[in-house]
């Protein structure tokens, strides 16, 4: 099974093909996914130190132009895990004020 690393945090096997954002909440993050996975809030971005979940799609590129940000992170929504990967969760409950939002589906 593909493995996770997630900096200070640590590291977790994932089953293949599972959601990114689901995985990352599975594993005890509290990642923020606050449209529910529709790929319009962009809190549940990660920035991907390692690992490779292909091309930037079109709804993550339009997403981030709409939210003025710059290249380098994927919408943990969007993306699932194929293989091993480290990523950095950018907005969590631990570090915002915010409640993680509804759960984006499987
Ligand atoms: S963009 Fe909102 S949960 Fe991914």
């Known amino acids: 099974m593909p493995k996770i690393t997630v900096p200070e945090h640590g590291k977790f096997e994932v089953e293949k093909g599972k959601k ?4 990352l909440e ?12 529709k790929a319009k809030c962009t809190t549940c971005r990660v920035e991907v130190e390692n690992g490779d979940f ?21 919408l943990s929504c969007q993306v699932r895990v ?5 990523v950095l969760p950018i907005m969590t409950e631990d570090n ?8 984006p589906a499987e």
Do not use: M, W, Y
């Open 26 to 37: 599975d594993n005890g993050i509290n990642i923020l996914h606050r449209c529910g996975g």
């Open 54 to 74: 292909g091309e930037l799609t079109d709804i993550e590129k339009e997403a981030f132009s709409r939210k003025g940000l710059q290249e380098g992170f994927r």
């Open 96 to 103: 915002s004020d915010l409640d993680a939002g509804p759960r």
């Open 82 to 86: 194929e293989g091993d990967a480290t």
């Open 20 to 23: 990114l954002v689901l995985a």
